[in-house]
């Protein structure tokens, strides 16, 4: 069996070991000799270094709750914290969390934990910032932001399908490019940076390549061509149901001349919600973009 095969193969089973997967990668990156997929591959093991963008999917856009104090003996606890009583200032450190950890440490927060979502506290020194804020005469004395561990499935999940679409890309190009000998070059750099920007980084977002960034926003869809639509959605890891409930949507809809239809708008919504509850391995600021570049390229409408 070729080591495309075995990747291939491993990246479907979802019992096998994710970081196995990850270190046939590994040796599939150096016989194809292309940087920025060693790269990846290394810091999925290994962890993302604060000096590297994180990939969209490790980003995530939490719900906050927290315990309060009021007069009396009084108090609440496990309260919605709404984000409109959070300063802009410090609303993305307070509800967004990144997680730069090898794909060891996700798969343990899934498996290491009883319960359904986990809990990742905000830091001590804000609470007094909210005493009055959120609830009348009530003071905040913890918060945290709730994880709920299909977020963190969906990680994982989400590099096995960027994994494979990538093999089956390279597969496609050359069969035989896993057992490449040395000083061969399977396939060619530039083919393997398009495959690798369309399938690990889903050509959105900050590529990086040791310290410098190369920014790539390719959407690969053609005006009015259906089928060039669906297979960008795939490679983003939309499921087949969801871009067939789009396709019937955009037949439903009007052509649009500047701004999307009713029911196109709608499905946008519900991929958003989907990526917000960690079901779509997407992070919710970066989902809308996706979905709503590759419907307007679809429909030929220049973005401003």
Known sequence: MSLLQEIQNAAIDGSSDIETVLRKCRLLAARLKHEDFKNWVQWELDGYPDDVDLPDYREFHGQCYGHFSGPFGSGIKNAQIPESCIPNTIKDILTMRKFRGGIGSLAYLVNGHSENSLRSPWPADAYPLFHNRVYERMVLIQ?????????????????????????????ASNPDAGEASLGSVPVPEAKVTQIFNTNIYGNVGNVSSGHNNQQTATINVTTG?????????????????????????????????????????QWIQKMLRKSAEGTWGIAKDVAKEILTSAVMAYYGIPRN
């Open 143 to 171: 918060a945290w932001v709730d994880i709920p561990k299909n977020v963190i499935v969906g990680m994982v999940s989400t590099v096995r399908n960027r994994i494979l679409n990538f093999a089956i890309e390279i597969e």
């Open 225 to 265: 061509n259906s089928q060039s639509l669906a297979n960008y959605l795939k490679a983003q890891g939309v499921d087949k149901k969801d871009i067939k409930d789009l396709e019937n949507a955009i037949d439903s809809d009007p052509k649009p001349i500047d701004t999307l239809g009713e029911n196109v708008s």
